[in-house]
């Protein structure tokens, strides 16, 4: 089980880490409004344990991500 469980959390960092790559001609306000989703919906997947979780932590992440990309992107 713990097998699968290791490819799985592999598979998806992989999955995240070319989605990513994928941002190179985004502004760093965008890169962190994509971050800033990613984690939250995982992070409301964690907690909230359904797709409504899922779906309000990553609105929520992008929301926060946006707006400290905003700050950064003035710098």
Sequence with gaps: MKTIQ???ISAVVAAVM???AGCSGMST???YTA???VAGGLGGAA???GTLGTLGGAA???VVG???G???DKK
């Design 66 to 68: 946006h707006e400290v």
């Design 29 to 31: 306000q965008d890169k």
């Design 18 to 20: 070319l989605g990513m």
């Design 35 to 37: 971050g800033g989703a």
């Design 70 to 72: 905003k700050d950064k």
């Design 6 to 8: 290791r490819l799985a």
């Design 60 to 62: 929520v992440g992008g």
């Design 47 to 49: 907690l909230g344990g």
